[in-house]
């Protein structure tokens, strides 16, 4: 019933932005903890944004400064602005939905950065 659809991926040039997208279907969204995840080819996934349903949003070092982002309650939607992108930021992302015992993930989107 809670479906994650990301959108937004694709080639940019080191130095360029991405904004990615993911929305959620159901009647939950509002009250969950989103989060933003990357797995690069051969490297684990990893968490690179956190958004609380109350309170602040946390970033990974990696990202911290380049990265923003956010959610937007009424579309059921968050959102990861990519600015100043490094090759190193090539991987598949991905969202997820924390509500209770929910843990759902989307199907992922690729983000490929050219130097």
């Known amino acids: 019933q809670v479906r994650l659809v990301e959108s937004g991926g694709g080639l940019v040039q080191a130095g360029g932005s991405l904004r990615l997208s993911c929305a959620a279907s159901?009647?939950?969204?509002?009250?969950?903890?989103m989060g933003w995840y990357r797995q690069a080819p051969g490297k684990q996934r990893e968490l690179i944004a956190s958004?609380?349903?109350?309170?602040?949003?946390n970033y990974a070092d990696s990202v911290k400064g380049r990265f923003t982002s956010s959610r937007d309650n009424a579309k059921k939607t968050v959102y990861l602005q990519m600015n100043d992108l490094k090759p190193e930021d090539t991987a598949d992302y991905y969202c997820?939905?924390?509500?209770?015992?929910?843990?759902?993930w989307g199907q992922g989107t690729q983000v490929t950065v050219s130097s």
């Open positions: 997820n939905l924390k509500f209770s015992r929910l843990d759902i």
């Open positions: 159901g009647t939950i969204f509002s009250l969950s903890d």
């Open positions: 958004i609380p349903s109350g309170g602040s949003t």
